[in-house]
């Protein structure tokens, strides 16, 4: 398994601004994810987080809207900017270890935007 | 026809009863397929993953896999009160590139002491 950290656990931010999530895992690991989780939603797949590149998106999520960093191998960075109510979320960071059935995710950030 | 569908209940039993959750879905391609445990405000604990059909026995928890009729499930033996959580289903396909989960809604349950 892995031991995954999230700063800041919750924020409350004002529309138009930006806000840093960062994660931190205990261990090294090649792969690296954020997802949101929406009230009422299942989980989505935001982008993968590769170090050394730029983060692969999904679709229906652009860069510009939420740029990652993944400087090494155990820390992450995902900024949503521009942000508006619609933004209000928990935002997870994810890893995978071992198997293929073996991902792991972080405490989560809950956002809102006011 | 949403790619994977969990009833999101929510689900109430007494204490010490067999809870069954499910899951079914709709894309042949996926391989594997884990349960998460959500406690209020934190985030998805992976309890038990598994690849193709079959199931899987882990203390009071089994995963059960019916690929031929695409249905999932997870259950809950001698239930206690604080296995009081949201449970999330997820499945993926295997090999390079299949790393994208794809999850149900989630099914609340409330086990009553």
């Known amino acids: 398994s892995a031991v995954i950290s999230q700063k800041p656990s919750r924020d409350i931010c004002q529309r138009g601004t930006s806000l840093t999530i960062q994660c931190q895992v205990d261990?090294?690991?090649?792969?690296m994810f954020w997802y949101r989780q929406q009230p009422g939603q299942s989980l989505t797949l935001i982008a993968t987080?590769?170090?050394?590149?730029?983060?692969?998106?999904e679709s229906g999520f652009v860069i510009d809207k939420f740029p990652i960093s993944r400087p090494n191998l155990t820390f992450s960075t995902l900024t949503v900017s521009n942000m508006s109510p619609e933004d209000s979320s928990i935002y997870l960071c994810?890893?995978?270890?071992?198997?293929?059935?073996?991902?792991?995710f972080g405490p989560g950030t809950r956002l809102t935007v006011t | 026809q949403k790619e994977v569908e969990q009833d999101p209940g929510p689900l109430s039993v007494p204490e010490g009863a067999i809870v069954s959750l499910n899951c079914t879905y709709s894309?042949?391609?996926?391989?594997?397929f884990m349960w998460y445990r959500q406690y209020s405000r934190k985030g998805p604990e992976l309890l038990m993953y598994?690849?193709?059909?079959g199931n899987k026995e882990d203390g009071r928890f089994t995963a059960q896999v019916d690929k031929s009729s695409k249905y999932i499930s997870l259950f809950i033996r001698d239930s206690q009160p604080s296995d009081s959580a949201t449970y999330l289903c997820?499945?993926?396909?295997?090999?390079?590139?299949?790393?994208?989960?794809?999850f149900g809604k989630g099914t609340k349950l409330s086990v009553i002491p």
């Open positions: 994810s890893v995978r270890t071992g198997g293929e059935g073996e991902q792991y």
């Open positions: 261990s090294q690991v090649t792969m």
């Open positions: 987080a590769n170090q050394g590149s730029e983060a692969t998106y």
């Open positions: 894309n042949s391609a996926f391989q594997y």
């Open positions: 598994t690849y193709s059909s």
């Open positions: 997820a499945m993926s396909g295997s090999g390079a590139g299949s790393y994208q989960l794809t």
